[in-house]
């Protein structure tokens, strides 16, 4: 079982980037995803879940309006496009696959936004 997430980067305030996590080892379409995101010094907090379809979305209060996650089931992958970032959005960027009562992480995703 495998998650790899990339795209991650130094970005300036205002801009945009794409997370993907390439997923195999197990039925990607049977898994529900996440991304979580982990701040120096801070805990690990949940950015935004899909379900295994990728008929419904949750994201945090923090990212509402400016990230958008979407799965999709034939390429195994599942994507995060964050606009408008923040300074604030700096942080390790994790994927999460959950299901099947079986959970997955990746190893992250290093986020800088700094001007």
């Known amino acids: 079982v495998q998650l790899v997430e990339s795209g991650g980067g130094l970005v300036r305030p205002g801009g945009s980037l794409r997370l993907s996590c390439a997923a195999s080892?197990?039925?990607?379409?049977?898994?529900?995803m996440s991304w979580y995101r982990q701040a120096p010094g801070s805990e690990r907090e949940l950015v935004a879940s899909?379900?295994?379809?990728?008929?419904?979305?949750n994201y945090a209060d923090s990212v509402k309006g400016r990230f958008t996650v979407s799965k999709d089931n034939a390429k195994n992958t599942v994507y995060l496009l964050m606009n408008s970032l923040k300074p604030e959005d700096t942080a390790d960027y994790y994927c999460?696959?959950?299901?099947?009562?079986?959970?997955?992480w990746g190893q992250g995703t290093q986020v800088t936004v700094s001007s």
């Open positions: 999460y696959g959950h299901g099947c009562g079986y959970d997955f």
């Open positions: 080892g197990f039925t990607f379409s049977s898994y529900a």
């Open positions: 899909i379900s295994s379809a990728g008929g419904s979305t």
